[in-house]
């Protein structure tokens, strides 16, 4: 993979190639942006280029050792650091300080890249802080991030901030078409969901994740209908998926925002995400008022948010499903509900 084939992110790939050819690169960066958008892997084709053995034009090869073994990630050089749990440790930075000790191996900089740096703990963010005061000569550290704000200021002081933007949903549609042979038609569908992500996007090639949007969508269209049991064994089986339940959540979200825009009319100029469930989202919005609509959107971001720790996850659910039970049929259960669910 190289800048050339990296999509939507022109004005990032321009810049970075500027900053290459005038010999002007900054020692840290921060890449902020949704999940699937191309930080991760515009971090990794950088270190591929600043360390590629014939690049020209600001770009890598992809033919050269260095570059094989950045893509096949063996390059001594480039070194990547994950969450260990839910967060990244201070033990991971201290290693990565004794490793910036040293002159790179093989390539001409030593890259770092800190994935997902929101998920440091607050003592690793201090001590990336000792780093970035007094970098190192010959080496490039690359932060990811969801948003700038889930930093340390002190830490973004130091570095050059690169907001990359959402893939427009024509890049998204083109891209499933050419390269996984998605029929226009479902690839225009899948590229709305996707809302500007394109591992997304991906993830709805695999037919267990559409099986599983449909039945989430079912179920919440038809919840009208369902008896409180039905619910609570809904919550019970959902919650057993495990890692899925992210993107489960995101289409919930879908969801309830097609029901708000149709809600308030306005889905003449505001397209739906759930073409396919056009029909369902007209149906079912009548049955609920703007706000309660705003509160389960709150609910849900909620939710998400403590998924990062160790939450009770079928308590949650339970109380979304039943949450949106009471507002679709206007029982008067909200109290009970929050008092239990809190």
């Avoid at 600001?58 to 050269?64: A, Q, S």
């Avoid at 780093?131 to 550290?141: D, K, R, Y």
């Avoid at 042979?181 to 037919?207: N, T, W, Y």
């Avoid at 979304?320 to 008067?332: C, F, I, P, Q």
Wanted: aromatic residues 6%; charged residues 25%.
């Amino acid at each position: 993979m190289s800048f050339a084939e990296i999509i939507g992110q022109k004005r990032i790939i321009n810049l970075l190639r500027r900053a290459l050819a005038k010999e002007h690169l900054p020692h840290s960066f921060i890449f902020t942006g949704m999940e699937g958008i191309g930080k991760q892997l515009t971090a990794l084709t950088l270190a591929k280029v600043v360390n590629c053995e014939n690049g020209a034009a600001g770009d890598c090869c992809d033919r050269c050792v260095s570059c094989r073994k950045a893509a096949s990630g063996n390059h001594p050089d480039i070194n990547i650091i994950e969450r260990d749990g839910p967060f990244i440790k201070i033990e991971q930075i201290r290693a990565l300080k004794q490793r910036l000790r040293f002159k790179p191996l093989e390539g001409r900089y030593r890259v770092t890249i800190i994935n997902n740096a929101q998920n440091m703990k607050i003592e690793a963010a201090n001590a990336l802080l000792k780093v970035l005061e007094e970098p190192p000569a010959e080496n490039l550290i690359i932060l990811t991030a969801y948003e700038i704000t889930s930093l340390l200021p002190t830490i973004v002081s130091r570095c050059l901030n690169l907001p990359f933007q959402p893939l427009a949903t024509e890049e998204i549609s083109t891209h499933l078409c050419q390269a996984h042979g998605v029929e226009p038609e479902k690839a225009a569908i899948m590229a709305e969901l996707a809302g500007g992500s394109l591992s997304r996007a991906a993830a709805l090639l695999d037919e267990k994740q559409l099986d599983r949007r449909r039945w989430l969508l079912e179920t919440v269209a038809g919840i009208h209908e369902s008896h409180i049991t039905d619910l609570l064994a809904a919550a019970k089986a959902w919650k057993g998926e495990g890692p899925d339940l992210k993107q489960d959540l995101e289409w919930l979200k879908t969801w309830l925002r097609d029901l708000l825009v149709q809600q308030l009319e306005a889905a003449d100029s505001i397209s739906l995400l759930n073409l396919d469930f056009a029909e369902k989202v007209v149906g079912a919005s009548s049955r609920f008022k703007p706000d309660h609509l705003l509160e389960m959107f709150e609910l849900v971001c909620t939710v998400q948010g403590a998924m990062r720790y160790n939450i009770n996850k079928r308590l949650s659910l339970e109380a979304l499903l039943l949450l949106l039970h009471t507002r679709a049929t206007g029982s008067n259960n909200v109290r009970w509900i929050r008092t239990i669910y809190g």
